[in-house]
């Protein structure tokens, strides 16, 4: 007799519409919408990195559902929220809220079991380009947050004592940890200001040392994109200014650094025009970059030594 098998969790997918927000369970060929996890007065919504925990807000509170059960796990109190993010475990829930007047601390850590309030900061300035405020070692041990000209540290047992590393460095605008286990690493990224070049540099975690440092111009703007191995980091760069003339986007530039300091190079691509994205396979082992002046951009696969990888998926015309 053949042995039964457990059926695989529902395929989920949740947007957000005029419709609030809405959850569909498949099989893929007939999505049906699934009322528990959808809500029609909901704002936002996010999933935990498993796809374990599903969070929906509307303005006056957060609740936290298990996607596999459609469980409510937690109900949250915290009103207008705006952005949400889980650790990495999904054992905490970070939450913002625009800053009222005169009020302060709203940005809210909580402990997603058992609802309690666990930190919580005065955070003026909410933009989705620096969130999540809190960037996580994977297996949560530590996590940073970035203030003016100082990169906190804090334990993830104890988040709201006090720090446990900080890094000095002026002008700091962003930073990233890299997943994987000990020993950590993160990136931090220093723009342009004044005629010296902007710099990223890799460090180790908790001893702070530099691993490597790259620096380089026309750089006021950067995404840091590490891979699931914590291997390698991407740095896309971008300045609103093309200095010759030839973008209406500015300049825009890939490199890419190992986790060793052993490598720093820019990523050489085949075409002039912007970088419109670039991402990781998820195996950690491959990056692809879409780049190039429409109407005809080019998308290419790298391998970690920056070689074109397996195809380049050539000029396409968009209709």
């Keep these: 007799s053949k042995m039964a098998t457990a059926a695989p969790p529902p395929f989920l997918i949740t947007a957000r519409s005029e419709s609030g927000v809405e959850t569909f369970f498949g099989p893929e060929q007939n999505f049906k919408k699934h009322d528990t996890l959808s809500s029609p007065n909901a704002t936002l919504f996010e999933y935990s990195d498993d796809g374990r925990l599903l969070v929906v807000g509307n303005s006056a509170e957060l609740q936290v559902f298990e996607t596999e059960t ?14 949400v993010a889980f650790s990495p475990a999904g054992t905490y829930l970070c939450a913002a809220s625009r800053l009222a007047k005169d009020a302060k601390d709203n940005v ?7 609802g309690l309030r666990r930190a919580a900061w005065t955070q003026k300035l909410l933009q989705r380009e620096t969130w999540p405020l809190l960037k996580w070692t994977e297996d949560e041990a530590l996590f940073g947050r970035m203030v003016t000209g100082e ?4 334990s993830g047992e104890q988040p709201d004592g006090p720090p446990v590393q900080r890094l000095k460095l002026p002008d700091i605008g962003r930073f990233a940890v890299a997943p994987g286990p000990p020993p950590y690493r993160f990136a931090t990224f220093v723009p342009e200001k004044k005629g010296a070049p902007a710099r990223v540099q890799l460090y180790s975690l908790p001893q702070l040392q530099v691993i ?32 010759t003339g030839k973008s209406y986007y500015g300049e825009s530039a890939v490199y890419y650094m190992s986790a060793d300091g052993t490598i720093d190079q820019l990523v050489q691509l085949k075409k002039e025009g ?13 990056f692809i970059i879409v780049y190039g002046f429409m109407p005809n951009p080019q998308t290419t696969l790298f391998d970690l030594k920056c070689q074109v990888c397996v195809c380049v998926l050539g000029s396409v015309h968009m209709l």
């Design 108 to 114: 809210v850590l909580w402990h997603v079991s058992t």
């Design 70 to 83: 459609a469980k409510l796990v937690q109900t949250i109190a915290q009103a207008d929220v705006v952005f």
């Design 212 to 243: 490597c440092s790259k620096s380089f111009f026309k750089a006021s703007e950067v995404e840091l994109m590490w891979n699931s191995l914590g291997s390698g980091l991407l740095v896309s760069t971008h300045t609103d200014v093309d200095r």
């Design 274 to 286: 912007p970088v419109h994205d670039c991402c990781w396979n998820p195996n950690g082992n491959e």
């Design 151 to 154: 990169l906190l540290f804090f």
